[in-house]
């Protein structure tokens, strides 16, 4: 079974550019979550989707960062404009969402911004 | 707001020892608790999970669960170098929105 699969792995900007990164969740996985993971923190959940519908999306930054998932499968996170605190790893995860408990992780994008 | 503490550590044990990670957190609603493990530079993986008091067993690995003191533990027997990473505790709350709330983690290193 493929795991999450995320695009780019790795990307730099400079600050007050836009950024945008992919996520596969694994296949048939209802649910996806995007996390933010600055070094040396926990990830920190920025937006939960069941299947195209957003569940919780309260510690989504609303002013610069949006996220959708159309047709409930790939979802896009995006940056606009970038600031230097929003260097970290971005992880995306998902889970079958029908009573399963296991949220499985992508390899994340790491993120730099200058 | 919910939280999860954890000591970032380092934890330092012996080849061979137990090692033991605590976790504590402020939402008494939480229902289920996750202990996940990651390597410098890799993603979060799952290790155990719990949901009721007591204590749950994988191989080298025992979850506890203290829901009256809020408090989660993860057991490491016979400690390998290979169990040298860093240790996030996740919760669960109740409700339809179940993304983790995280701890920071903590650093686990097994000396040879």
């Known amino acids: 079974e493929a795991g999450v699969a995320q695009s780019p792995r790795y990307k730099i900007i400079e600050k007050r550019q836009s950024v945008a990164f992919w996520c596969n969740p694994i296949?048939?996985?209802?649910?996806l979550y995007w996390y933010q993971q600055i070094l040396g923190q926990g990830p920190k959940l920025l937006i939960q989707?069941?299947?195209?519908?957003?569940?919780?999306d309260s510690q989504l930054p609303k002013d610069r960062f949006s996220a959708e998932r159309l047709k409930g499968v790939d979802s896009t996170l995006k940056i606009q404009p970038a600031k230097l605190e929003d260097s970290a790893v971005y992880l995306c995860?998902?889970?079958?969402?029908?009573?399963?408990?296991?949220?499985?992780f992508g390899p994340g994008t790491r993120l730099l911004v200058l | 707001q919910k939280e999860v503490e954890q000591n970032s550590g380092p934890l330092s044990v012996p080849e061979g020892a137990i090692a033991s990670l605590n976790c504590t957190y402020s939402d008494r609603g939480s229902q289920s608790f996750f202990w996940y493990r990651q390597y410098s530079g890799k993603s979060p993986e799952l290790i155990m999970f719990?949901?009721?008091?007591g204590d749950k067993e994988d191989g080298r690995f025992t979850a506890q669960l203290n829901k009256a003191s809020q408090y989660v533990s993860l057991l490491i027997r016979d400690s390998q170098p290979s169990d040298s990473a860093t240790y996030l505790c996740a919760v669960k709350g109740r409700g339809g929105a179940d993304g983790l709330t995280f701890g920071k983690g903590t650093h686990l290193i097994i000396q040879p």
């Open positions: 989707f069941q299947n195209n519908g957003v569940v919780d």
């Open positions: 995860a998902s889970s079958s969402g029908q009573g399963g408990e296991t949220q499985y």
């Open positions: 719990i949901y009721s008091n």
């Open positions: 296949s048939g996985h209802a649910t």
